[in-house]
């Protein structure tokens, strides 16, 4: 049995038009593959299809969170992730060039969408795991170590070392 089948799109059952999905991500989806970089996870994807004969379009729309540790003062942290994706389905064999065309098969039944999903979110995911903890009132972060970072950052910031070389070059 296919634990990802029900992340599918039956596009052969659908008459033209638009047709709405919507599917929950959690942890149980992401450990469907390997070595994936998130593990704790929750999502909500809605996927607005507009089946045509020739060229169909799908915008999806992506809404959750994932637990990770602040890459600046380690404390657990849940990151927001709100983005929207415009994918287009087309008959035909091969592969496309185009990372945002997906070309099926024409005795293709359905669109399995499990690794289009995890892949859009895995784009989706920010480079830094890092929260604006400044601007909110409750913030989660570890305060002892952004204070000591900030105490560091103040003790590089003396330029007067540098400023007597500077007028080596002027002689």
Request: net charge negative; aromatic share 8%.
């Amino acid at each position: 049995m296919d634990s990802l089948r029900e992340f599918s799109i039956p596009l052969r059952s659908l008459y033209n038009g638009l047709h709405s999905f919507q599917w929950n991500l959690n942890d149980g989806f992401f450990r469907n593959f390997e070595a994936s970089p998130l593990d704790n996870g929750q999502f909500e994807i809605e996927a607005i299809l507009d089946k045509q004969d020739d060229l169909s379009t799908i915008q999806l729309n992506i809404k959750g969170s994932y637990h990770s540790n602040c890459d600046r003062c380690l404390a657990e942290i849940d990151i927001p992730i709100e983005r929207a994706h415009q994918l287009y389905v087309k008959t035909g064999t091969g592969i496309s060039e185009d990372p945002d065309l997906v070309l099926i098969s024409p005795d293709a039944t359905e669109l399995k969408m499990a690794d289009i999903l995890y892949d859009y979110i895995c784009l989706s995911l920010p480079l830094s795991q890092v929260m604006d903890c400044e601007n909110m009132d409750n913030p989660p972060c570890n305060m002892e170590v952004l204070k000591r970072i900030q105490n560091e950052e103040g003790l590089h910031s003396d330029t007067s070392v540098w400023e007597s070389l500077k007028n080596l070059n002027k002689n």
